[in-house]
């Protein structure tokens, strides 16, 4: 079975700075999907940004970027020049490749953007 | 991009009756949708995947006859908390899609039970 940690339930960060949010899983497959979805106070699911196992460049989005480290089982994300919308839940998921497998989400870090 | 579409958004039904949410991928087919529940500041709980033509299965410690599913087509899934109780009160969301892609989660429906 695989498994998600988070080990931040909450963090803070000013508005324009740069913030890491960490994850880690823990899984014997060889091939998968990472991702890191945002909830925000509506509770509406949005997706960050995916990385698939395999391909070793780190995905970037925008201001959101990953470290994954495949050997340590480690996918961070960094979310640079931090503004006020991205105050919100963010959940590490992992997916098994695959049709119709389910996610395994983490346990979630609140994230608070401040002035 | 992928939408999936759920209703209602809030809803408040009494002790002992029934309440019907519905999932619906409005411009792709969805063979598995998967059903999820959360409790306040907590992770989401998959609760049951729904598989189009067949039986949904179920997670471990998911009621299958409170919480029945259908999956009647490639388009529609429903979830119906049956002979509801306060306990039941939570924020329910169903996603759908391609994997590949990350599947997209439809707006959740907030369950109040009285």
């Known amino acids: 079975a695989q498994t998600v940690t988070q080990s931040q339930p909450e963090m803070s960060v000013q508005e324009a700075e740069t913030v890491t949010l960490s994850c880690t899983y823990d899984?014997?497959?060889?091939?998968?999907?990472l991702f890191w979805y945002k909830q925000p106070p509506s509770r509406q699911m949005i997706l960050v940004i995916r990385?698939?196992?395999?391909?070793?460049q780190n995905a970037t989005e925008n201001r959101f970027s990953v470290n994954f480290q495949k050997a340590a089982k480690s996918f961070s994300l960094k979310i640079s020049d931090s503004q006020l919308g991205d105050t919100a839940m963010y959940f590490c998921?992992?997916?098994?490749?695959?049709?119709?497998?389910?996610?395994?989400f983490g346990t979630g870090t609140r994230l608070q953007v401040t002035l | 991009g992928a939408v999936v579409s759920q209703h209602p958004s809030r809803v408040i039904c009494k002790s002992g009756t029934s309440v019907k949410i519905e999932c619906r991928s409005l411009?792709?087919?969805?063979?598995?949708m998967f059903w999820y529940r959360q409790f306040p500041k907590k992770s989401l709980m998959l609760m049951a995947t729904?598989?189009?033509?067949?039986?949904?299965?179920?997670e471990q410690g998911v009621e299958k006859d409170k919480f029945l599913i259908n999956h009647a087509s490639l388009t529609l899934s429903t979830l119906t908390v049956t002979s509801a109780h306060p306990e039941d009160s939570s924020f329910y969301i169903c996603?759908?899609?391609?994997?590949?892609?990350?599947?997209?989660f439809g707006s959740g429906t907030r369950l109040t039970v009285v």
């Open positions: 998921a992992f997916n098994p490749t695959g049709t119709a497998s389910k996610l395994t």
């Open positions: 729904s598989n189009e033509g067949s039986k949904a299965t179920y």
């Open positions: 996603s759908a899609g391609d994997i590949g892609y990350g599947y997209t």
């Open positions: 411009d792709f087919q969805a063979t598995t």
């Open positions: 990385q698939e196992a395999y391909k070793q």
């Open positions: 899984t014997s497959e060889s091939n998968y999907y």
